[in-house]
């Protein structure tokens, strides 16, 4: 027996991770198949701005069903965009090591000199950002690091285009900066990964939902060379997505109690309701040469965990959107 829910407005912050991106595409494919949830701001970066972007253009063209024609076009074009040969799998595990080894000591400014990315041209053709900036159905929150002063740089809808894009996703040991009007950026993921206080602040919908592409802690103690690299750089880039979370559960934890204490901001932070989607075993078990692994049949493998992850989570948390049930911000993030 189908049951009809309330319709309900949320925010999205949807966090960065290579082609583990793939899972988020999952997780939006299935809340898209929920016609009751509809969607106020979508904070991305990098893979995660991509998802972003690829939801709104597709919503654009064609509602819902559009949204989730979009996001497999351009998941699919990325699996397709390998011009490279194809080598055996142990060898290829082998040669990714290697080269993610050799990229500690070479810059692209050096080995790639034409800064060819092939996102570039598979999203010209993916997107109309002019018309997405006329047309955007979100508020759109896409994230990048200025260089210079390593500050947080949010594009909204309104003034999105390529660069802007390829700005969230440039990782700086494979590409050279993106320059726009005379900074130079880096990904998004030094400084929000992802971004949440814009979902507050910016917009209406008090329903949060973070789609994370790794866990909050990890259960082992990494001890290969391997490992720790990994761990070092995930802490880098989840690092401002903590300060981030326990700013938000201080201001609750020392206003809520006092209504002298609250002006319009704690008033809107005590108002949210925050939801946290996890990356499930699967995703958690993989190398971290893995978000470089962008063959068809691992993206389309992490899309089935991401919608089988968010179905799980529907039936488990979905009487809490839209009242006042949260996750324990205190508990995740003190």
């Known amino acids: 027996q189908e049951v009809f829910m309330k319709p309900v407005s949320i925010n999205l912050a949807l966090q960065g991770g290579g082609a583990h991106g793939a899972f988020t595409w999952g997780v939006l494919d299935r809340l898209l198949e929920e016609s009751w949830i509809g969607f106020d701001g979508v904070s991305g970066t990098s893979a995660g701005a991509m998802n972003a972007v690829m939801l709104a253009e597709g919503w654009r063209l064609g509602g819902r069903e559009g949204a989730r024609k979009q996001l497999e076009a351009f998941w699919l074009a990325v ?19 290697f080269w993610l080894h050799a990229m500690r000591y070479l810059s692209p400014y050096d080995v790639n000199l034409l800064d060819i990315n092939p996102l570039e041209d598979l ?33 909204n809808e309104r003034e999105l285009d390529l660069p802007r894009l390829l700005a969230s996703a440039c990782l700086p040991n494979i590409h050279k900066a993106i320059e726009i009007d005379g900074a130079y950026y880096w990904d998004g993921g030094f400084s929000g990964n992802p971004a949440v206080f814009p979902l507050i602040y910016e917009c209406v919908a008090d329903d949060v939902l973070i789609i994370l592409l790794q866990p909050l802690q990890q259960e082992n103690l990494p001890v290969s060379a391997e490992d720790i690299a990994g761990r070092v750089t995930e802490l880098g880039f989840q690092s401002t997505f903590m300060r981030e979370m326990r700013a938000v559960s201080n201001i609750r934890k ?30 958690d078990g993989l190398s971290r040469s893995s978000k470089y692994d962008n063959s068809k049949q691992f993206l389309t493998s992490l899309k089935e965990s991401g919608r089988e992850a968010c179905d799980h989570w529907l039936h488990a948390h979905q009487g809490n959107l839209g009242k006042r049930e949260s996750c324990d911000l205190q508990g995740l993030f003190s």
């Open 254 to 283: 020392y206003s809520s109690g006092s209504r002298w204490r609250q002006g319009w901001a704690e008033r809107r932070v005590n108002g949210m309701r925050c939801h946290i989607m996890e990356s499930d075993p699967l995703l």
């Open 79 to 97: 699996a397709s965009s390998d011009y490279s040969i194809r080598l055996p799998e142990q060898l290829e595990g082998a040669v990714t090591r």
């Open 123 to 155: 999203l010209q053709k993916q997107v109309c950002f002019e018309k997405l900036r006329q047309d955007s159905p979100f508020k759109l929150f896409i994230a990048a690091t200025e260089v210079a002063s390593g500050k947080l740089k949010l594009f």
